[in-house]
């Protein structure tokens, strides 16, 4: 499918330990977007990437957590030091163009457990 | 800043029966809005989109008018289905501050069908 693809799809980790997770967006969109969502609650934005440039990290909760997009293309959010509130699904996004107000396009998300 | 609120679930039909979910934003400018739907085990799907003042969204049956003097978004069905099953969220686009237009969700409303 040309469907935006995250991976992995579970992710089981004890506190304390490094993740990375895994976005390929639907090729040739410019933006993308990584967001959070708690259990019960909506998706809050983390951050957003207009191909390679990082142009906005304001939801980033902590410096544990890092995200990056070195071509363009793929992205990879890692967070470090886990910690239990860290527990989240974690959903990637991709837009076609900037500025249009186009609709963004969801993967199915990682959900992170942290023991 | 931007938020929206949502009306609380769950919420239980039955088949058929008339759909409405309220929704309302604050947003400092000229936002986008739309309602994304999450059926159980699927990652957030669009389900219809407004960009303007009394602009009106629709798909599979599904209806939303963007009421810019009432800062409101509601959904509206007229018949809902089994199949209509799934949690619903109410979001907003707006350019932040990097020009990015990153999405800002309500909780969701958890809406179950029954025959």
């Known amino acids: 499918g040309a469907g935006v693809s995250q991976s992995p799809r579970y992710k089981v980790a004890k506190r304390g330990q490094d993740v990375a997770l895994r976005c390929d967006p639907i090729?040739?969109?410019?933006?993308l977007f990584w967001y959070q969502q708690a259990l019960g609650q909506g998706p809050e934005f983390l951050t957003y990437f207009q191909n390679e440039a990082q142009l906005d990290k304001s939801g980033l909760p902590s410096d544990r957590f890092f995200a990056e997009r070195p071509e363009g293309s793929v992205s990879t959010l890692k967070i470090q030091r886990t910690q239990q509130e860290d527990s989240a699904v974690y959903l990637c996004?991709?837009?076609?163009?900037?500025?249009?107000?186009?609709?963004?396009?969801f993967g199915d998300g990682t959900r992170l457990s942290i023991l | 800043g931007n938020s929206v609120t949502q009306m609380e679930g769950p919420v239980t039909l039955s088949e058929e029966a008339f759909l409405t979910i309220n929704c309302t934003y604050t947003a400092t400018g000229y936002p986008s809005l739309f309602w994304y739907v999450q059926y159980p085990g699927e990652g957030l799907q669009l389900l219809l989109k407004?960009?303007?003042?009394?602009d009106k969204g629709s798909n599979k049956g599904f209806e939303a008018t963007y009421r810019k003097e009432t800062t409101s978004f509601h959904l509206e069905k007229g018949s809902v289905q089994v199949s209509d099953s799934a949690v619903y969220f109410c979001?907003?686009?707006?350019?932040?501050?990097?020009?990015?237009?990153?999405?800002?969700f309500g909780t969701g409303t958890r809406l179950t069908i029954i025959p």
């Open positions: 979001a907003l686009s707006d350019r932040g501050d990097f020009g990015n237009e990153k999405l800002t």
């Open positions: 996004a991709s837009s076609l163009m900037v500025g249009s107000h186009q609709p963004q396009h």
């Open positions: 407004a960009t303007k003042a009394d």
């Open positions: 090729s040739g969109h410019v933006s």
